[in-house]
């Protein structure tokens, strides 16, 4: 079992995610293939290697992210999503879906509400990961992806009211059986404002491996490996490098 740092701050009381009394299963709700894996996929090895079951459900396949002029997006899609299988079954991710909504032009509309409530309530997950929709820069030196707010917009917007009331996309419910169903956790990544920080360093190298799988994204393998390598925390030694993923947790009552 990894030597696991967790702080806490806010309301939450000290936690640690494997104390969970049962396996859990987790849904993972971002905008594009490489999404999880970037955001957290520290944290999703070490979930799948303490027994808990993760599954993707990714609403975009990816189909703009080249600068090759010899790619159409029809030939990305394709790409991207085998890359996305490989990159999940490192991280032995059990089940993966992608709603197809065409990249960089998502919007937190009720469509897309809609077509989340649905696979939360057939998946039935009791933990729902997304990303924070009010992120708009990241350091001094990146914008956020516009699809990543809407992703974690219209997410947040399915599990609370959507999924739990029936009367909400009430087609659901009369019409393809989906009954309501509670979320108790989301774990919010991308975060300004995070409220429990992982120490994720046993599980940094196959966050990395995973990542190699997204090969047209990536670049130059050794570059990329570098990099990702430069991550650690402010207080890591060559000794003993430290590296974190952090979350705002919700816990819904
Ligand atoms: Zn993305």
Redesign the pocket.
């Known amino acids: 079992m990894p030597d696991e740092t967790i702080t806490t701050e806010d309301t939450l009381k000290p936690v640690h995610p494997e104390s969970w009394d049962e396996p859990k299963r987790i849904l993972v709700v971002l905008?594009?293939p490489?999404?999880p894996e970037f955001f957290c996929g520290a944290t999703i090895a070490h979930w799948t290697a303490t027994g808990h079951d993760v599954r993707y459900c990714l609403l975009t396949c990816g189909d703009k992210g080249t600068q090759d002029r010899s790619l159409d997006s029809e030939a990305l899609c394709a790409l991207r999503q085998k890359e996305q299988r490989a990159a999940a079954a490192v991280l032995g991710v059990s089940q993966l879906r992608f709603l197809g909504y065409p990249d960089g032009y998502l919007v937190p509309d009720l469509n897309l509400r809609r077509d989340i409530t649905r696979v939360i309530r057939q998946e039935r997950p009791d933990v729902v990961v997304t990303c924070d929709p009010t992120t708009l820069f990241v350091g001094n030196d990146r914008l956020n992806?516009p699809?990543?707010r809407a992703a974690g917009q219209a997410t947040l917007d399915a599990v609370y009211p959507a999924v739990r009331d029936h009367l909400n996309f009430i087609e659901l419910w009369r019409d393809e059986k989906l009954e309501p169903h509670l979320v108790n956790e989301i774990w919010v990544a991308g975060t300004q404002a995070p409220n429990l920080i992982l120490d994720v360093t046993p599980f940094w190298p196959i966050k990395i491996r995973s990542l190699y799988e997204h090969a047209s994204q990536i670049g130059d393998r050794e570059k990329f490996t570098e990099r990702m390598l430069k991550r650690h925390t402010a207080d890591t030694t060559l000794e003993n490098p430290r590296y974190e993923e952090k979350f705002r947790r919700i816990l819904l009552g």
């Open positions: 905008a594009h490489d999404d992806h699809d990543h």
